[in-house]
């Protein structure tokens, strides 16, 4: 599994076996960066990018929108595509490995982009950024930083400006290790 302090990128990284090899003192945040090295090596991310995404959005206007404003805003995105489009920080992949979700930190989803598999997106600890209406409504609500409530970021507009800001609010809210701590937490406890 570990080769000079990187793991191994045959290496499948699970969470859950992930913490099963750790300690007890290893914290979910420490294996989520991990898995984020190890990400940024195996598809080229730079090391600067603090935050990974994944884009599942159908409409191709909206999405060149959210990938360009993720790059413009410093974030890296995987994109569930084959679009050709060249953005710095964004990659396409036909779809994600299970292995390689504890890796990334947050997803833009539409209800409508197939191979999307909210549960375990969130059993991995990425942070949903989705429509008000979907599925989940009944369990999601939005984050909270003032009263530590909620477990995503969620827009009520078809916009793409709508889509953006909720990542926007997202990045505001990981700046602050307490508010990261805690959005962590409620997603990993929600499924």
């Not at 969620?154 to 926007?168: A, E, H």
Request: one cysteine or more; glycine letters at 6%.
């Amino acid at each position: 599994m570990d080769i000079g302090g990187k793991l191994n990128p045959s290496y499948q990284i699970n969470i859950y076996t992930i913490m099963e090899i750790t300690s007890e003192k290893t914290s979910i945040r420490e294996i989520k960066q991990m898995a984020k090295k190890n990400l940024q090596s195996i598809y080229s991310f730079p090391k600067t990018i603090n935050s990974l995404g994944i884009i599942a959005i159908k409409d191709p206007e909206k999405r060149k929108f959210v990938m360009e404003g993720i790059a413009a805003i410093g974030l890296g995105a995987l994109v569930i595509g084959n679009d050709s489009i060249n953005i710095p920080n964004i990659i396409f992949a036909e779809k994600v490995s299970q292995n390689e979700l504890v890796g990334f930190d947050f997803f833009v989803f539409d209800n409508e982009h197939d191979g999307v598999d909210v549960i375990q997106y969130m059993k991995a600890g990425i942070t949903p950024i989705m429509p008000e209406q979907n599925v989940f409504s009944g369990m999601l609500r939005e984050f909270n930083p003032m009263k530590f409530e909620g477990n995503g970021f969620f827009w009520n507009s078809d916009n793409p400006y709508c889509i953006f800001q909720k990542i926007v609010a997202y990045t505001e809210n990981i700046k602050f290790p307490e508010d990261r701590r805690v959005l962590l937490k409620n997603i990993s406890t929600t499924f």
